[in-house]
């Protein structure tokens, strides 16, 4: 018989044994059993040197983290997702990552989902047009990197993310404005660039503030990349279907 706290702890304690060996990580903020709604905590990322000990002062930031074990075969990377939790983290949480952690045949697989505040935005609104009530939603999910540097160089960029898209910014997407450009946002050591670009991208467009006379960046959609210079779809277009210029890394 399966026993879920049991197999809750294996997931848990498998994010951290992956983690342990990068000095610069902190993951005791993850809880065990964690009785806390929506989120079971998260991952301290430090900017240290040496012997150099974790304080507030070199904190870089905090990623929260939701973690879910399984000992059911994860077929082509997929995984479900509860729709009150992906509402719980549009209200309460500005982006997040998303592990899945199968046993199945006592095989340890560990997956990973990026969850930024327009991931979720898009998910829910794709539920809506939906004719029939869902529950659950089944997701994509990637396999973490061998190197956890690599992870956590996906983190930085996520926080990036995270940082252009708060609320009050996601909130001018729905509003019909002139476009200069529309650009991915990418941020990377070069090292890991490849495992960043294939964890998914994230699209803005450009718009001139009339007030400052500034560009600002909307977030507009985001994207799946199936080479690191190839795009999936070769027609990239807006809400209403017209046809756009092809986006350009920055």
Known sequence: MVNPKKTEEQAVNAIKFYFD?????????IAINDKEPG???????????????????NLKFSMPVQVKGTTKKITNNKHFVQVVDLSFYQKHSNGLVYFVVSTFNHERRILFRKLAPL?????????????????????????????????????NDLHAQQERQSRNVLDLSEIECPTE????????????????????????????D?????????????????????????????????????????
Do not use: C, W
């Not at 450009?181 to 001139?208: M, Q």
């Not at 977030?219 to 986006?247: M, Q």
């Open 21 to 29: 060996a990068v000095d610069f990580v902190d993951t005791s903020k």
């Open 119 to 155: 991931d979720i935005k898009e998910i829910l609104e794709k539920i809506q047009l939906g004719k029939e009530t869902q529950k659950a939603k089944t997701l994509s999910f990637t396999m973490v990197p061998n190197d956890p540097k690599a992870l956590i160089n996906i983190f």
């Open 181 to 208: 450009e529309i650009v991915a946002k990418v941020t990377s050591r070069p090292k890991y660039l490849e495992d960043t670009i294939s964890s998914g991208v994230y699209f803005y467009r450009k718009s001139l």
């Open 39 to 57: 989120l079971d905590g998260v991952i301290d990322v430090y900017s240290v040197k040496d012997s150099e000990q974790f304080s507030k002062s």
């Open 210 to 250: 009339s007030v400052t006379g500034k560009n600002i960046l909307i977030p507009y959609s985001s994207g799946k990349v199936a080479d690191i210079f190839e795009l999936e779809s070769g027609v990239i277009s807006d809400r209403h279907g017209n046809s756009l210029t092809s986006p350009r890394l920055q």
